[in-house]
């Protein structure tokens, strides 16, 4: 299906980094990030690994480490299980 949409810059520089990252279209990388987000069960919390920085950059807990391009691009391979 064709359509437009406006994408909040953020959400266009980090779907743009993703799709670069795996190789493939802008489309598909929202349309993947849409399907993965539906199968991530609601526990009406955060991730208790991940927190956001003063900052709002999203940090693994208890490291205070930021996720880099290349921490993302893993993840993203990852499986549901």
């Given at each position: 299906?064709?359509?437009?949409?406006?994408?909040?810059?953020?959400?266009?520089?980090?779907?743009?980094?993703?799709?670069?990252?795996?190789?493939?279209?802008?489309?598909?990388?929202?349309?993947?990030?849409?399907?993965?987000?539906?199968?991530?069960?609601?526990?009406?919390?955060?991730?208790?690994?991940?927190?956001?920085s003063p900052?709002?950059?999203?940090?693994?807990?208890?490291?205070?480490?930021?996720?880099?391009?290349?921490?993302?691009?893993?993840?993203?391979?990852?499986?549901?299980?």
């Open positions: 299906m064709r359509t437009t949409v406006n994408l909040d810059p953020d959400v266009y520089r980090f779907t743009s980094a993703y799709a670069g990252a795996k190789g493939i279209t802008l489309s598909a990388a929202i349309g993947e990030l849409i399907r993965r987000a539906e199968q991530i069960p609601e526990t009406g919390s955060d991730s208790p690994r991940l927190k956001k900052h709002g950059y999203l940090v693994i807990a208890g490291t205070g480490e930021a996720l880099s391009p290349a921490m993302v691009k893993a993840a993203s391979e990852d499986e549901f299980v």
